[in-house]
């Protein structure tokens, strides 16, 4: 792999010189977009970034100081698996697909744009939280998190050049044109429009939200189109370091925030986050995320488990039967005004099987917090809320929930809201609490330092 490359990469893009072609002619719009939407204020700053260069499990990365536009974004997919076969649903056993089948180019075009999508939204999100990160670890961390969700990009981007002609390359494009949280050209999901701007949210957002990638990301890298599944490991192998950058983050203010309570019940009076605050950031960014995953009862996850394109988390290593076929599931739903039970296929429940996933993962994180919380000597906790309430989208969308997953009135729920979710004057105060310390081992009021410093 040679650095100097114009795009990096490990699918010898230079023996196909028409893809190749058209990805550099995508490259400078990339920039252009990285310029305008990537983080604000330091693009011409030197920062000490990881990089990718291979996907070996050695020396996969080089890291070393950089300006962003100019980080050397590439493609870079797992190698190939010999005979590697369609591991689940209608067409399981036969071979892997090396090119798109024609009777699934829609879908699996739409599952490619929708990942894509999330990946620049991010960076949009984020672009204003250079100017206030609580310390110089923190900043590298933004920044690269900021730069691999541009390679993430990218690797959306390859597919959709590679593989799909001339409407993949018009979908690249318009990867570029939508803005989160634009009226008028929003990204695609909702999570993905909501304002990231303080560092609370950051750290959620990472937790959860980069949690929710790493689920649809493992579901793809079971795929039978073996390109994206290729892929899809790879971009893993980042993924977790997002993650860990949100865990770690919410751990820090917590125990931040534990050891000013022992000195000052209020913390605020202290330059603190209250629990109640961090527990409603939690609620926000945990409901918003559970409705990335899809409807609870759903055609299209049906259709693309069928198709061998999108399997279960861990299809291979956690299942021994392959077509979900014949089975059934049951789920929660709502009829004449109450919660009920309900049966229903078990490929109509994929869904519902990846979120149920996602929600374990999750609750690791809690009580990683909670450890925090009870070795402080303290007796209150955070949790999660139930998954129905604040949900936008499938069977909960357009009911009320209490947190505890009740059916509540409309009147209920806006009566209790302010309890549950981030007030405006919640955000206000965090955001009054964000200044950039950048000083080398200085840190900022309300976070405590990283472990082992
Ligand atoms: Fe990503
Ligand atoms: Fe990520």
């Not at 190749?20 to 400078?28: F, N, S, T, V």
């Not at 620049?120 to 900043?139: F, H, I, N, W």
């Not at 959709?160 to 001339?166: K, S």
Request: charged share 30%; hydrophobic share 35%.
């Amino acid at each position: 792999m040679d650095l100097n490359d114009r795009i990096p990469n490990n699918v010898n893009l230079a023996s196909d010189k028409k893809l190749q072609r058209a990805l550099e002619k995508w490259l400078p719009n990339y920039i252009d977009w990285w310029r305008e939407m990537g983080p604000d204020g330091f693009q011409e700053k030197d920062v000490w970034l990881r990089t990718a260069i291979d996907v070996g499990s050695e020396g996969w990365a080089h890291f070393d100081y950089v300006k962003m536009p100019e980080y050397r974004w590439g493609i870079f997919l797992e190698p190939a698996q010999p005979d590697a076969k369609v591991g689940f649903g209608d067409n399981y056993g036969r071979p892997a697909y090396q090119e798109v089948p024609g009777e699934f180019r829609n879908a699996l075009r739409r599952i490619i744009v929708t990942q894509g999508d999330t990946e620049p939204a991010s960076v949009e999100q984020q672009r204003q939280l250079g100017k206030t990160c609580p310390s110089l670890y923190d900043m590298r961390n933004l920044f690269q998190v900021n730069v691999e969700e541009g390679r993430h990009l990218w690797a959306m981007v390859y597919l959709l050049h590679g593989y799909f002609g001339r409407d993949g390359r018009d979908e690249a494009d318009a990867l570029l044109e939508r803005r989160s949280g634009n009226p008028d050209k929003p990204r695609i999901l909702e999570a993905f429009n909501q304002p990231c701007d303080d560092w609370l949210n950051f750290y959620a957002f990472t937790m959860f939200t980069d949690r929710d990638g790493k689920y649809q990301l493992s579901a793809l890298a079971e795929s039978g189109f073996e390109p994206l599944a290729r892929t899809c490991k790879f971009m893993l192998t980042e993924e977790a370091h997002h993650m860990f950058v949100g865990d770690t983050g919410l751990g820090r203010v917590v125990r931040r925030t534990a050891e000013l309570m022992k000195q000052d019940e209020n913390v605020r009076e202290l330059g603190g986050i209250p629990l109640e605050i961090i527990q409603r950031y939690i609620n926000f960014w945990f409901s918003y995320s559970l409705d990335l995953f899809g409807g609870e009862i759903s055609s299209n996850s049906a259709d693309f488990f069928a198709a061998g394109l999108k399997g279960r988390f861990k299809e291979q290593d956690q299942y021994t039967e392959h077509t979900a076929a014949n089975q059934s599931f049951t789920l929660t739903v709502i009829e004449d005004g109450r919660l009920k039970s309900r049966e229903v296929p078990l490929r109509n429940a994929l869904n519902e099987v990846l979120r149920n996933e996602y929600v374990k993962d999750c609750e690791k994180g809690l009580a990683r917090w909670n450890k925090i919380l009870h070795d402080s000597g303290l007796t209150v906790r955070l949790f999660l809320p139930n998954p129905r309430f604040h949900r936008h989208v499938g069977e909960y969308a357009g009911h009320d929930f209490d947190i505890n997953g009740n059916l509540i009135s409309k009147e209920e729920f806006e009566s209790h809201k302010s309890e549950w979710l981030p007030t405006l004057e919640d955000r206000e105060y965090v955001r009054s609490l964000m200044h950039s310390v950048v000083e080398p081992g200085k840190i900022a009021n309300w976070i405590a330092p990283p472990a082992g410093n």
